[in-house]
C-alpha cells in the first residue's frame, strides 16, 4: 500500500471539491436518477454525510492524481476517466475493503483501489477493468467485487503495459 497525505489546505481543498459534487449529484442523492449510490442507499446518508462522502471520494482520486502526477478530469463526471485518461478510483472507507465495478465502468480503463480518508489515504493496487470482470467476481446485484488480494501491486504498474496509457 502506498501511503498519500494531505495537508490542510489540500483537505479544505478537497472537502470544497467534494461539496461541489454532492450538489452535481443531489438529484441522485434524492432518489430522482436511475444510477443510484449504493452507499446512500444501504447507509440512509443524510445531506451533510453525503457531501462528507463525496469529499472522500474526491480525496481517493488526487491521491491518485498524486501518485501519478496526472490531473483530476474534475468536469463530466463519469463521461470521462477519473484521472488521466483511463484510471477509474474506486474508494472505500475500509481498510481491507474491495475494489468494486459497475457495468458504467469502461472496460478498457485501470481501476485503482484507494482505502482511508482525509488527511491519510492508501492506494492500495490495481487492475485492468476487463480482466477484472470474471465471473468468479461477480455478485448477485450485478457488480464485481475484487478483494485487495487479486489487486497487482503498485510497484508493478510502472513496468506493465498500461504504464504508457495513462
Known amino acids: 500500500m502506498i501511503p498519500i497525505n494531505f495537508s490542510n489546505d489540500e483537505q479544505i481543498y478537497i472537502t470544497e471539491k467534494g461539496l461541489e459534487r454532492a450538489h452535481y449529484y443531489r438529484e441522485q442523492w434524492e432518489g430522482k436518477w436511475v444510477k443510484r449510490n449504493y452507499q446512500t442507499d444501504r447507509e440512509a446518508l443524510n445531506w451533510p454525510a453525503f ?6 471520494a474526491v480525496g481517493a482520486e488526487v491521491a491518485v492524481s498524486k501518485y501519478f502526477n496526472q490531473p483530476v478530469n474534475w468536469d463530466g463526471f463519469k463521461e470521462k476517466a477519473d484521472v488521466g485518461r483511463n484510471i477509474e478510483v474506486k474508494w472505500t472507507k475500509w481498510k481491507d475493503g474491495s475494489l468494486i465495478l459497475r457495468d458504467h465502468d469502461p472496460a478498457d480503463h485501470i481501476a485503482i483501489l484507494v482505502t482511508g480518508s ?12 476487463a ?18 488480494q487479486d489487486l497487482h501491486p503498485m510497484a508493478n504498474f510502472s513496468r506493465s503495459i498500461y504504464a504508457n496509457q495513462i
Open 131 to 148: 480482466v477484472a470482470r470474471r465471473p468468479s467476481h461477480k455478485r448477485s446485484d450485478g457488480a464485481w467485487w475484487i478483494g485487495q
Open 118 to 129: 482525509l488527511p491519510k489515504y492508501f492506494i492500495c493496487g490495481w487492475i485492468p477493468i
Open 51 to 56: 457531501i462528507a462522502q463525496q469529499s472522500e
